[in-house]
Structures are given as structure tokens and as C-alpha cells.
């Protein structure tokens, strides 16, 4: 009866990796149903994603399998935002990895395996659950890194990766068991329970090694070394889906961890985030600022924005977190949108360009994709009327409603540096000579989906400001 | 008209946003046609709100209010400061397509998209009544500017734009702290309610600060002024016309609005602060633009002049000099713009800015060198023109508080007289040394719309300023005394004296030497 009542607690997982491994069947049989098997993959994270949005309604909020996982309303949120996430990652990359010569039916397989590898991180209540997650989600990036075999780069990026992603996943494996070892449990709420009296060294070891493994996973600074060129050389598609769903999963995953088991003593770990939060606002819009391929700097904003949501977590309050999760909805559609335009650029051969000088005029031969583009820049730069400024803003508020001024203005302050590189790539989109090597693209869903999330991105955006409030609030709640 | 079943305002926000989309959509010609109509058509209904507006009526009239973006409320209204700055938008931005109906030639939808989303974000200024929403449409003005400066702008475009963007925004950003921060100690970002919450007074140092920062920039004050004259020398004419004339002002209305009323007491700590800064700034960048070569930049070291004796009137803390002040903000709106156009006529016949390859113009061109002199005196301060009535006021305002003060930002109108004279002499009179300047034909009917217009408002509030001084008096009234417990006391140390008694002296001492005399 327990495991039935679990079961069913986790139902979308379930779904997901039976999908999984039936495509992986067909696919074994069909190499080359590549379309086919992405539809199917699609279709499975829409039903996942009904039973998430069903529990998500019904408020249930129940421990599975003797408090290894939970289903609360903030995983359900995360997981909604997740599922989302690599749905359009599936869908923008078939005729690209076409056209790589790389489209296999492996690619929507290993896309489902790692949104079930998410699905568990994100409601993991315990170090072991938590990090069987992570594996299976972090051993599916490796390869879909290095998905393009024939390229030099994409096998490098996802060699990259692995090499580094092992050695986080060690120091987060170290630090676990040096949590497991001081506070005598790997269950979340047990560690909280034990960190509610004293907090030995060995424990502050334990937390220091764990947040630097996830911060290795979410990129953020000093561990964000992998970031850039993992981000050029994998698939623009991949990338894209390392981008939005791998953060969304790795950000909520720290969010629980730093406030289920080791909430109570905000002392030890607020520092650490906040630290981290500045200087991966800083690195991530001064290292951006030399960049001239486009997916780097790509990669720079991405730890330039994790900065910026780890300002949500540094405050520790439920309104913090509920801004993150604001600033992560606009978040995944700005990076989103933004690969999306990426990949539009195509030249006459068919090859995709990816350097600046490409781009160089691109408002005149090009205007539709310049002005989307365009958008999702000055959204990521935070500048009003845009929306990405409405996920700045909620982040500032909630860090001075809990008196954090000065990190508050620094912040913003540095978002000053990023804003200049933002800014660069309209003006070379719009000021400079027309550069002429981009042709319209061929790719209806790119232009559409792109279009889909430039509008949610303009002003009309503030319109779902009410609705997103309630649900972050309502998932934020969950925590406390 | 009823301002509940009419919502004026946000009909006058929605105009220019639909015929900006238009004009993405169409070819050159009618881009130019929808933007004119769609300006004209907001120039009418100010004058519809100006007509309506009742200056004995509430504070905040037309007022709106939609909770469509949640925290962030769709809250309009305006008071007479409002009013009078959103007609000089309106009233501005024909002239500036109308500028722009020949000289801009390539992307010309692009172009009068922007300036539309322009006025619309101007207008929202002046009449947002949440904090929230008047951040949002004061920094999303930056997102169109930037672009007319680097798409349509001169040589170092580029530069300037990047320049004007990233200043601007750092400022910005700091104020955005601080308006966070008070919104949850007043629990509401509602302009009216917070008019009125007493900040504790410690708290209002950090947050004057924090808003100076932001409209000292876009004032633009000593020493924070540098990015004016890159702006606006690569700026297109009409790009220019609209920094000098309604950019500029939202830092001047962001003080009255925000820093006066809402932190009395750190203003009246920052006085010398903000005297000491505009003393400088009116001898400093008169003797800068006293040596000027370049006609925009001239133009544009006389604006941060003339933005030093706004800021100066409004810290006076006295009905006089912010009255002043405002009326010195909707001169030197017209009159800067007007001088702006003045150089973009005789750019676009010569394309070039430098002051020493014209000469002699009133010679081949009379109907051009009228108009400029009317504007350059009108810059100066000539009694009849706008300039005097708002330079008086805001001076007479500041004698009362630091005659030193008062005595060096005098200067400045002697200073101005110096550059500016010097400038139309260089032009206008003298030989005609340049034979392709001297070729050059008068202002065609074109221009001549263009100018006008202005220099008739400019006569009209040089000497019936009652019309522009009526709707506001009632609002500075509101706001001296509110900041009157604040108020510096000045050291003219002037003695209040009834009229009637002091003139019955005078004649009783008369009608004494009188029989003194007749013994």
C-alpha cells in the first residue's frame, strides 16, 4: 500500500522513463525515426507535464518512498518549467542536427532521460536521491554535448564536461558524506534537525563542498570555467536545453537543499551564496565583454543571470524565493529565445554562423530576426519596458525587503557591465555595415517559437505579471 | 468631457505605440504621413486635457487606475507641473517629424517608430502616478534613443550612444534601490500616497542620493554632463530637439516631484550641494561653450547652463523660484529645440556643423537669420521672450536664500549673452567669406511650419506668462508647503513689509520735504 501510494506520488517520472526506454526500443529498430521519435518524446513530456499540473492543483504535498523524494508545489513548478523547457529544445533541433549530419533517434531519448534524471533532483529530500538524479541527468548532458561526433568541437565540449562534471560530482559526493558523517543522516529534514543545535567545522566542510559541486552545475563563479566552451561547442539545440532546463533543475535543487537541510542556520551558507551570487554577476558580464562568438557570450550572460537569481537565495526568505522562480520563468524564455535566434543564422551553404561579424548589419538584410533578437538583449540586459526587467526587479525587491541593501546595489550596479555587451550586439546588429551573410530561414518552428517568446518577452508580458506571482508564491510556500 | 468615461490619457499612450507599429509595417511615404497625424492627433487632445484642466480643481485630475500588472498599477493622472510638460511633448514632436520629413532617407519606419515610442514614453513620465511605472516608462526611453542616436546619428555615433545609454542607466539603476526601498516602508508605490509619508530623515540622505544620481545625470548637472554634448551633437536634429527639449526636463521634474516633496529635509541639507554644483556649471560651461567650435555643442554646454538655474530655482524652496524653474524647463524645451532646428536647416544645406564655414547668412537668408536671432535672444533671457519670465522668477527666488548663489548664476545670463551673441554674429552677420554659404537658399515653407510655431509660444509666454503660470501655481503652492518646515533660511534676510504702508511713507516723507520746503 506505502509503495503503491509512492507510486503514484511519481507518477510523471514514471512516465517519462518507461517513454524513455520504449523510443529507445523503436529507435533500435528505426535509426533513422529521428522526427518520429521527437514527437513521441514531446507527446511524453506533455503527459508527464498533466500529472504534474494536476498534483501542482490538488496542492498535494506528500513524501515518497520513506522521505527519499517529495511531491510538493515547488517541485511541480520547477518540473512544469522543466518539462517546458526541453519540449522546445526537442522541437528546434531536429533539422539542425539534420543538417550536422546528426539527427538520431538517441537525441529525444536521451533528452527524456535526463528531464527524468531533473524530475528527481528537483524533489530529492534526500542526499541520495538528490544524487542519483544528478547523475542520471549529468551522464545524458555528457552526451548530448558531444552529440555531433563528427565535430571536433562538440567532441571536445562534451569531454569537457564529463571530465569536469566528475570532479563536481566528487566534491559534492565528499561533501555529502561529510554531512552524512557530522549530522548523522542524508535525509534533508534530519540535517536540518541536527544543524538546528550546533554547527561543528566538519559540518561547514560538508556545506562548503556541496555548494561548490552545485555551483559547478548551475555554472556560477568560480566554478563556471566549463561554461563558455561547453556552450560553443556543443549543438546549439543542446545547448540551449543546458541553458534553461539543466539550470532550472540544478537552481531549485540548491534552493531545497540550502533551505531544507541546512535553512535554519542561515549564518553559515548566506555568505557563501552571496559571494558567489556577486562574483558570478561580475565574471559573467566582464568575461562576456572580449567575447566574438555569439554562443560564448551566450554562455557568459547564463552565469550572469545565475548571479542574479542566487540573489533570491542569499536573501532566505520566502519572497526571495519566489522571485527566483520569477526571474527563472523569464530567464528560460530570454536564453531560449535568444539560441533560437542563434540558430537562425545560416548562411548560403547552409552552414550556421555564429561569430559577430556575422551578424554585422543584420537589422538591414534581416529585420524580423533582428528586432527578435534585439528584444531578447535588451530583456537580458533588464531594461524596462521589457520583461526581463520584471525578474530583476522582483530579485532586488525581495533582497531589500530582507535588508541586504548593499549587495542589492552592487548588483545592480554591475548590471551596468553586462548591459554594455547586451548593448553591443544590437549595435552590431543595427549600427554597422550590413555584413550580408545570413539568408531568411527555412525553419518555420524556429521563426515561430522565437516569435512566441520575443512577444512573451516584450511589454505584452506584464500581463501574466498577477499569474506568475500567485504560482511562485504558491510553490515558494512549500518550502517554509 | 468626463474623466472617468474618457481615459484621455491612456488614449494619448496608445495613439503613438499603434501608428509606430504602422509605420514598421509600411513604406517611407506613409510612415512620414501616419507619424505626423498620429503626433498631431496627440497635440490635439493635449489641447483638449489642456482646456479641460481645471486649475482650482483636484490635485490630480484625469485620473486612471487598472490593476492589470499586478504590483505595478496603471495609475495616470496628472497636476499642472504634469500637464504643462506633457503639451510641451506633445506640442514638440510634429516639429520633430516634420524636421526629420526630409533629412532622414534611409529606414525611415524604423525612425518615426522610434520617435513615436518617444513620445509615448514621455508622456508616461509626466503622467505615471506609480513608482513603478514612472521608472519604467523614464528608462524605456533610453531603448529608442539609443537607437536613433546610433542608427541616424553623425560620425561618432556609436560613441555617444553607447555613452548616453550606459550613464544614464547607471544612475537609473541605483534610484530603482531606492524606490524598492520606500515602496515597502510606505507599503505603496502610489505617487499621491507617498507625496505625503515623512521619511525619517536619516533614510532620506541615502534616498536623495540615490534619485539625485539618477536626475542629476539626466538633468544633466556638474560634473555629470559629459554625455550631453557627445548626444546631442551626433544626435539627428530632430534626436536633438527632443533631449533638449523634453529628455532634459524629466530630471528637473524628477526633483520636484520626487526629491523635494517626498525628502524635505535632505533637500534642504543638499542645498549647497546642488548651488555649489550649479555655480560651476553656469560659469564653467558658458566659458566652455564661449569657445566652441561646433554650432551643437555650443548649443548643448548652454543647455547644462540653463538646466543650472533650474536647479537652482528648485531648491529654493520658495513659490518664485520653482515656479521659475519650471518656466525656465518649458523656455529652454522651445527654445533650445528651436535653435537645434535652427542648425539642422543650414546642416542640411551645407552638412556641416562648424560655425566658421558660414558667415553673412542675413544676407541670402533673412527670413533664417530673424527667426535665429528671435531664438538666440530668447536664449539669452531678453525681456518679451520666455527666457526672462522663468530666469527672473527662478533668480528672484533664489535671492532670497544665497545672494552669492544668486549673484554667480547671474553671471551665467551676462555669459550666455557673450556665446550666444557671438554665435548668431558669426553666422548671421559679418562677410559672406564662404561662397556655397553664401548660395544658400532662406528657409522654404517647410521650415517655416516648423519654427513658427515656436516662436510665437515663445513671444506668447514672454509676455503673457499667466497662461502657462496659472495651471501650475496652485501645484508649486502644494509643494512649497509641504517643504516649507525644510525651508533654508536665506541670507538676504529680506523684511516682509506691507505694500500699503511702505508707499504711505514714502509719500508722507514727500509731503514733509514738501513743507520743510515751503518754510
Known amino acids: 500500500m506505502e509503495l503503491n501510494a509512492s507510486l503514484s506520488l511519481v507518477r510523471p517520472e514514471i512516465i517519462l522513463s518507461f517513454s524513455a526506454l520504449a523510443l529507445l526500443l523503436l529507435a533500435a529498430w528505426r535509426e533513422q525515426a529521428g522526427r518520429l521519435i521527437s514527437i513521441l518524446a514531446v507527446t511524453a513530456l506533455g503527459g508527464a507535464a498533466a500529472f504534474v499540473i494536476t498534483s501542482m492543483m490538488n496542492g498535494t504535498d506528500a513524501p515518497a518512498f520513506d522521505g527519499l523524494l517529495i511531491n510538493d508545489a515547488f517541485g511541480n513548478f520547477s518540473k512544469i518549467l522543466i518539462f517546458i523547457a526541453a519540449a522546445i529544445s526537442l522541437m528546434i533541433a531536429p533539422r539542425f542536427l539534420e543538417n550536422a549530419g546528426a539527427m538520431r533517434a538517441e537525441y529525444p531519448v536521451l533528452i527524456l532521460l535526463s ?59 565528499f561533501g555529502a558524506s561529510l554531512v552524512y558523517g557530522f549530522a548523522g543522516s542524508t535525509s534533508f529534514s534530519a540535517i536540518g534537525a541536527a544543524m538546528d543545535s550546533e554547527v561543528g567545522l566538519g559540518l561547514i566542510f560538508g556545506i562548503v563542498f556541496i555548494l561548490s559541486g552545485l555551483a559547478f552545475k548551475i555554472s556560477a563563479a568560480p566554478f563556471h570555467m566549463w561554461t563558455p566552451d561547453v556552450y560553443e561547442g556543443a549543438p546549439t539545440p543542446v545547448t540551449a536545453f543546458f541553458a534553461s532546463a539543466l539550470k532550472v533543475a540544478a537552481i531549485a535543487l540548491t534552493i531545497r537543499i540550502v533551505l531544507e537541510a541546512f535553512g535554519s542556520q542561515i549564518l553559515v551558507w548566506q555568505q557563501i551564496i552571496i559571494a558567489v551570487a556577486l562574483m558570478s554577476i561580475i565574471i559573467g558580464a566582464v568575461g562576456a565583454i572580449g567575447q566574438q562568438n555569439l554562443k560564448r557570450l551566450m554562455a557568459y550572460s547564463s552565469i550572469n543571470n545565475v548571479g542574479f537569481i542566487l540573489i533570491g537565495l542569499a536573501t532566505g526568505t520566502e519572497q526571495g524565493i519566489s522571485a527566483m522562480l520569477v526571474y527563472l520563468v523569464i530567464y528560460v524564455a530570454m536564453t531560449l529565445g535568444s539560441f533560437i535566434c542563434l540558430m537562425q543564422l545560416k548562411d548560403k551553404e547552409g552552414g550556421y554562423r555564429e561569430e559577430f561579424a556575422d551578424i554585422s548589419g543584420l537589422s538591414k538584410t534581416r529585420p524580423a530576426l533582428a528586432a527578435v533578437l534585439a528584444i531578447f538583449m535588451f530583456s537580458l540586459a533588464g531594461i524596462p519596458p521589457l520583461f526581463g526587467f520584471w525578474g530583476k526587479l522582483v530579485v532586488f525587491n525581495a533582497a531589500v525587503a530582507a535588508d541586504l541593501l548593499p549587495l542589492a546595489v552592487i548588483g545592480i550596479t554591475a548590471s551596468v557591465i553586462g548591459a554594455f555587451y547586451y548593448l553591443k550586439v544590437v549595435k552590431v546588429m543595427y549600427f554597422d555595415d550590413a555584413a550580408d551573410v545570413i539568408v531568411e530561414s527555412d525553419d518555420k518552428v524556429l521563426v515561430w517559437t522565437g516569435g512566441v517568446l520575443a512577444a512573451a518577452n516584450s511589454p505584452l508580458g506584464y500581463l501574466a505579471i498577477p499569474v506568475l506571482g500567485i504560482w511562485t508564491a504558491y510553490a515558494a510556500r512549500a518550502l517554509f | 468631457m468626463n474623466a472617468a468615461d474618457f481615459p484621455v490619457l491612456s488614449i494619448m499612450l496608445a495613439i503613438p505605440v499603434v501608428a509606430a507599429a504602422l509605420c514598421l509595417l509600411v513604406r517611407a511615404e506613409l510612415a512620414r504621413i501616419i507619424a505626423l497625424s498620429a503626433t498631431l492627433l496627440n497635440l490635439v487632445l493635449g489641447v483638449l486635457l489642456w482646456l479641460n484642466y481645471d486649475p482650482a480643481g483636484a490635485q490630480w485630475q484625469f485620473t486612471e487606475s487598472a490593476n492589470l500588472f499586478g504590483p505595478i498599477g496603471w495609475r495616470l493622472g496628472i497636476d499642472g507641473i504634469s500637464l504643462t510638460l506633457i503639451m510641451l511633448s506633445v506640442f514638440l514632436m510634429p516639429i520633430c517629424i516634420g524636421a526629420s520629413w526630409t533629412s532622414i532617407q534611409k529606414r525611415v519606419g524604423e525612425y518615426m517608430a522610434a520617435f513615436l515610442l518617444m513620445e509615448t514614453l514621455m508622456i508616461g513620465v509626466f503622467a505615471a502616478q506609480d513608482l513603478l511605472l514612472f521608472y519604467i516608462f523614464f528608462e524605456a526611453g533610453l531603448i529608442p534613443m539609443y537607437l536613433i542616436i546610433g542608427i541616424w546619428g553623425g560620425q561618432d555615433r556609436i560613441y555617444a550612444s553607447y555613452k548616453f545609454f550606459l550613464y544614464t542607466l547607471l544612475g537609473s539603476l541605483v534610484m530603482l534601490i531606492a524606490m524598492l526601498w520606500m515602496i515597502q516602508f510606505a507599503g505603496t508605490a502610489d505617487i499621491p500616497t507617498l507625496l505625503n509619508t515623512d521619511f525619517p530623515a536619516e533614510a532620506q540622505k541615502w534616498l536623495w542620493f540615490a534619485f539625485f544620481a539618477s536626475f542629476a545625470v539626466k538633468m544633466p548637472m556638474w560634473p555629470v554632463h559629459t554625455w550631453l554634448p557627445d548626444a546631442h551633437v551626433q544626435a539627428p536634429t530632430a534626436g536633438s530637439v527632443i533631449l533638449a527639449g523634453v529628455l532634459l526636463k524629466m530630471g528637473g521634474y524628477g526633483f520636484l516631484r520626487f526629491s523635494l516633496p517626498m525628502f524635505p529635509e535632505a533637500s534642504a541639507d543638499f542645498i549647497p550641494l546642488v548651488f555649489g554644483l550649479s555655480m560651476v556649471a553656469v560659469v564653467y ?175 506668447w509666454m514672454g509676455v503673457y506668462p499667466e497662461t502657462f503660470l496659472a495651471p501650475i501655481r496652485r501645484d508649486v503652492a502644494t509643494i512649497v508647503a509641504r517643504i516649507d518646515r525644510a525651508a533654508p533660511v536665506g541670507d538676504s534676510k529680506l523684511k516682509l513689509v506691507d505694500p500699503t504702508t511702505a508707499r504711505y511713507r514714502v509719500v508722507h516723507d514727500a509731503e514733509k520735504n514738501m513743507a520743510e520746503g515751503s518754510h
Not at chain 2, 529654493?316 to 521659475?324: A, D, L, R, S
Request: proline share 2%; aromatic share 10%.
Open chain 1, 115 to 173: 528531464c527524468v534524471g531533473m524530475s528527481v533532483m528537483v524533489s530529492a529530500t534526500d542526499l541520495v536521491s538528490l544524487y542519483i538524479g544528478l547523475e542520471l541527468q549529468s551522464l545524458s548532458a555528457y552526451v548530448l554535448a558531444s552529440f555531433v561526433r563528427s565535430d571536433g568541437r562538440s567532441a571536445e565540449a562534451g569531454l569537457k564536461y564529463f571530465v569536469l562534471g566528475a570532479l563536481a560530482s566528487g566534491m559534492l559526493l
Open chain 2, 285 to 459: 560651461t558658458s566659458l566652455v561653450a564661449l569657445v566652441q567650435q561646433d554650432m551643437k555643442k555650443l548649443i548643448a554646454y548652454s543647455s547644462v547652463a540653463h538646466m543650472a538655474i533650474v536647479t537652482v530655482g528648485l531648491f529654493t524652496f520658495n513659490q518664485q523660484g520653482i515656479e521659475g524653474a519650471i518656466i525656465v524647463m518649458l523656455s529652454h524645451g522651445l527654445v533650445s529645440g528651436a535653435l537645434f532646428l535652427c542648425v539642422g536647416v543650414i546642416y542640411d544645406r551645407l552638412h556641416t556643423r562648424e560655425i566658421s564655414r558660414y558667415g553673412g547668412l542675413s544676407v541670402n537668408m533673412p527670413k533664417y537669420a530673424l527667426l535665429f536671432m528671435l531664438f538666440t535672444m530668447a536664449s539669452v533671457g531678453l525681456p518679451g521672450t520666455s527666457g526672462f519670465v522663468g530666469e527672473f522668477l527662478s533668480l528672484a527666488g533664489a535671492y532670497k536664500v544665497s545672494t552669492w548663489a544668486t549673484f554667480i548664476a547671474t553671471t551665467g545670463i551676462i555669459l550666455g549673452a557673450g556665446y550666444m551673441l557671438y554665435l548668431y554674429r558669426r553666422i548671421a552677420f559679418g562677410p559672406q567669406v564662404n561662397a556655397d554659404a553664401a548660395a544658400m537658399s532662406d528657409i522654404n515653407g517647410r521650415e517655416m511650419w516648423l519654427l513658427t510655431p515656436i516662436a510665437v509660444v515663445v513671444l
